[in-house]
Every structure is written in C-alpha cells, then in structure tokens.
C-alpha cells in the first residue's frame, strides 16, 4: 500500500464534544457541525460517534452534505443546512428531513411555497455580512418568519477567536435585540464564541473545529494522525539538488527519502522547505518543493531506514503543520486528500 494513513480517534472527537458541551449550561443544547465530510474526517464515522456521544443536533453547510449525513446517520436527529434552501434543494430538504435555516426573504418564500408545514430555522447577519437577513430585513419580515414557527434563529461570530476584539460585543448586542422576545430558540457560537462565556451560548452552541482538535480549543485532544510511506530512499553528495526547481541543495551528504503523498493530498505546496514530519519523536525536515504526488524529507541523521514519517502526530498537531505552511488549522484539515486510507480507532470503530 503506498497511500498516507489518516488515523482518526473517535473517542477523542467524542471527548472534545462533550468537553465544549460541559462549558455551557445543561440547558445549552451542543449541536455538532460536520459540514465539509467533517472538516475532512470523514462524516458517516464522525456523525455516529458523536451521536453515541449524545448530540442530538448536526449542522452542515450544503444540502448535499446534509443528504449524505442522513443517509449515515439515519432518522433522528435534526440537521441543519447553513446555506439555506435553495433552488434545486427542495427535494433533499422535502425526502431527508432536512431544516434550511433561510437566510433571505427569497428562500423564505421559496421554501414555504414548496415545502408547507416543513421544519425551517432562520439565519440572521449580526454584523459578520456574509450570510442571513440584515436587522432592516428582520424588522420587517419578522411577524410572519414567526408565524411559521422556526425551530431556531441563529447568527454567527466573525472574531470569536479573538476574544478582546470590540466586534464580539458588538454582535452580541446586535443578535440580543434582533432575538428578544420571539419566543424561539437561538444561536450564535460556534467553538470561539463557547470561550467566550455563557452570555454567548443562548440556547444552542455550533462547534466544528474545535472538536476536531485544533485551535482557538486549546485544551482539545488531538483526534488525527497521519502516517506517509517511504516509497524510495537515497544518498547524496554534497552540491546535489532536490525536487522541481532544485530549491534544495545539499551541503554535505544526504539521505533523503521520498514519501507518498503531496499537494494533491492536501499538503500544501507552501509547505515546501518549511514542514517537518516525524520519525517516533525525532524531527526530520521536508526539503525541496512539495510537489503533487510526493515529498522528500532528509532523514541523515536517522539510525535506521524508516518505512513510514509521520506529519501529524502527537509531535506536531494540526496548527503546528498549518502554521508551517502559514495557514490555519481549518485549511489543513479540510484540505486532507482523498487518497489516503482513512481508519477510525474508538467510538466502537
Ligand atoms: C463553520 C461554521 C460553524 C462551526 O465553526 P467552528 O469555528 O469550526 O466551530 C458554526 N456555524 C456556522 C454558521 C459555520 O459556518
């Protein structure tokens, strides 16, 4: 087998779930969003182990992505659609039991005229401008929106990662007037705003990333490993290059082995010269440019021939790689490839 194996702990998933669930109150329902195959994880195990750990409520960006967690998951628990419902979706929306928090007076319309009596949920812009019905909107629309009995009113944080910064209060504030006194249940942190304290947790909290184990939750427990075989090793002389362009030199005699897995996989070409992967505990650095299928890692110092480097490990979590590659944890993890095996440990894997 010459593909990367990316090891997902289940049971760590389902801990950091019930960790971010255990900091808001008991009255605080945790949803889980697991839009985009769980931040690259992999939906169907991620969903099931979450719903053994007891949440009750999933969130998902696209209708697709909402008709294939039903499909995994089974009837049940609720799923929201960030986007909505748009046009094409109502079938997905109608057949899966789908909830579109609908974020325009258009996709309102669209989708009572289609799907009466349906679940729906409204999403409202609290500042971020990017999805939901602006205050104006809202003011407007909002005795008949509560007239069809939405399940929840949501809105999201654009800086909850930065807890200082004066836009977190701000959109507190905004979505607290927009809210007040509609009776239904709301929403507006994801895992940054769950840091920020119980004023922001309404009666719903959204998180993704953080349990997927990476930053602004800290204290989360790292849920991937991922493991690259050692297709090839070889020695080089002093002044010999490396990969395309030659960006690498040696300058002195080299092992180097080459690995299985580059930017089509997800390890980002900005990793070029910069990552490092891991053999048990001791740092190996990857040279030369990554390029699409392969990389290639000094190993000089190694006293044995490794049949494997890993990338992610307990050495080095998700933002340490994302930080190497001058992005961020969302982007690595949701940029793992296709090609590598995927395997679940825990949750009754
Ligand atoms: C992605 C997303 C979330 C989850 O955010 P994390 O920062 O990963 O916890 C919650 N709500 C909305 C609207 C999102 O788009």
């Known amino acids: 087998m010459s593909t990367g ?38 939906v169907g195990p991620v969903a099931r182990a979450l719903a053994q750990a007891g949440a009750r409520t999933f969130a998902v960006a696209v209708a697709e992505e909402g008709a294939a967690l039903r499909d995994a998951i089974g009837p049940g628990p609720a799923i929201l659609v960030y986007s909505g419902h748009m046009a094409g979706d109502t079938d997905m929306i109608g057949d899966l039991d789908l909830t579109p928090m609908l974020n325009s007076v258009e996709q309102m319309t669209r989708h009572v005229e289609a799907l009466p ?13 990017r999805l939901g019905m602006e205050p104006e909107e809202w003011a407007a629309v909002r005795h008949i929106a509560l007239r069809l009995k939405p399940k929840l009113i949501m809105s999201h944080l654009a800086c909850a990662d930065e807890p200082d910064h004066p836009m977190n209060a701000q959109q507190l504030q905004q979505f607290g007037e927009m809210v007040a006194d509609t009776g239904v249940p709301s929403s507006l942190s994801a895992t940054g705003g769950i840091l920020l304290g119980s004023q922001y947790h309404f009666d719903m909290t959204r998180p993704g990333i953080g349990l997927y184990g990476a930053l602004p939750f800290e204290a989360a427990q790292p849920v991937a490993r991922l493991s690259l075989p050692v297709i090839q090793t070889r020695e080089l002389e002093e002044g010999e290059p490396v990969g395309y362009g030659n960006t690498w030199i040696a300058e002195a005699s080299t092992r180097i082995a080459t690995l299985s897995a580059g930017y089509a996989d997800g390890l980002i070409r900005a990793m070029s010269n910069q990552a490092v992967l891991f053999a048990d505990d001791e740092p190996c650095p990857l040279v030369g440019r990554v390029s ?54 825990g949750g009754g894997a």
């Open 117 to 129: 009596g349906h679940p729906l949920g409204i999403q409202l812009d609290s500042g971020m401008n």
């Open 292 to 345: 699409m299928d392969l990389i290639t890692v000094d190993i000089s110092h190694l006293d044995r021939e490794p049949r494997q480097l890993d990338i992610l490990c307990s050495k080095q979590s998700v933002d340490d790689l994302a930080e190497a590659a001058g992005t961020i944890g969302y982007e690595m993890l949701t940029s793992l490839g296709a090609r590598y095996t995927r395997r679940y440990t």
């Open 5 to 42: 194996t990316l090891t997902v702990d289940l049971d760590a998933i389902a801990a950091n779930w019930r960790a971010l669930d255990a900091m808001s109150a008991a009255t605080v329902e945790t949803a889980a969003t697991i839009k985009a195959d769980a931040y690259g994880l992999g």
